[in-house]
């Protein structure tokens, strides 16, 4: 079979199984598997794939038309202009999380000088991210932030495995930390050490995770999509334990739902000040950030 016959008969195969963009996800199934780019497919449409390149070619197509996401198919994915490891252990990086990463940089570069940061300026900018999954935020901050300190924590072994390899990927693995945790368990000696604390959280609700497409609802972690009954449970966690970890002007950024920025703005009104909601590229609110409140203190 020749490279044009494989990528008619792969868009063909996605096409029937409902798939959006078959022509282009044949196309970047058929690059993974013979290592090239798009240009060489298009440019050499004559080429004889060997009996070896054409099995592994139908088969992973069939796997996507099956619903598997062509990112845990290539194992690759995107975020930040970085390229980050995926597989079924941890959630794929999504570009409205771009959202939460621009609005913690931006929170840096408006309130630290960069001689303040530099090394022999004051220390590092200390960030804690909950739930690191795939390490997308984590490396990210770290590669952006250049004096950043970060502690990727996760519940999931295998989530913080990717994540290292990620760090290690992209050159910042000198620069983070990796920690088991559950939310802020063995976090006890980071009390108050932090400057930023970020969370991409599981918040679908309970209910709704059957209603997700399959690609999301058979092949992605639950534990990294279910929030609890009304998709908050994260929130109310994360939120009530901020405050012990953050220093006094410290920020927590959170990502949010398209309907929940509301309930999540109110939750943190008892231990946060200047609440602020970002929308995405599509103009959704997708992230809440708020400032810990000054702690007063009485004179007698």
């Given amino acids: 079979m020749i490279v044009r016959e494989a990528l008619q008969e792969g868009c063909r195969t996605l096409g029937e199984s409902g798939i959006e963009a078959p022509a282009v996800e044949a196309g970047a199934i058929l690059c993974f598997v013979k290592n090239c780019d798009r240009s060489f497919i298009y440019a050499h ?46 959630l794929i990086p999504r570009q409205d999380t771009e959202t939460l990463v621009e609005a913690v940089i931006s929170y840096v570069i408006k309130t630290r000088r960069m001689d303040e940061c530099a090394p022999d300026g004051g220390g590092c900018v200390r960030i804690l991210d909950i739930g690191t999954g795939s390490g997308c935020i984590a490396v990210s901050l770290a590669h952006y932030i250049k004096y950043s300190c970060v502690t990727a924590a996760d519940i999931s072994e295998k989530a913080l495995q990717t994540a290292m390899k990620n760090a290690v990927k992209n050159n910042v693995a000198d620069r983070i930390s990796f920690l088991e945790s559950d939310i802020y368990s063995g ?26 497409q399959r690609e999301v609802k058979d092949h992605e972690p639950v534990n ?77």
């Fill in 45 to 90: 449409g004559e080429y004889e794939l060997n009996s070896t390149e054409e099995q592994m070619f139908g088969e992973l197509v069939n796997l996507r038309a099956k619903g598997k996401p062509l990112q845990y198919i290539t194992g690759f994915q995107e975020f930040m202009s970085l390229a980050f490891e995926v597989n079924p252990s941890v």
């Fill in 187 to 212: 976090l006890d000696s980071y009390r108050g050490s932090f400057d930023v604390i970020v969370s991409n959280p599981p918040y679908i609700p309970s209910d709704q995770i059957d209603t997700l």
């Fill in 224 to 300: 990294a999509l279910d929030g609890g009954d009304d998709g908050l449970d994260f929130y109310r966690r994360i939120i009530g334990g901020a405050a012990e970890f953050l220093k006094p002007d410290g920020m927590l950024a959170l990502e949010v739902g398209y309907d929940q920025a509301a309930a999540v703005s109110k939750l943190m009104e008892t231990n946060f000040c200047g609440i602020s909601i970002n929308k995405d590229l599509n103009g959704i609110d997708r992230v809440v950030t708020g400032l810990v409140k000054p702690v007063l203190s009485l004179e007698l």
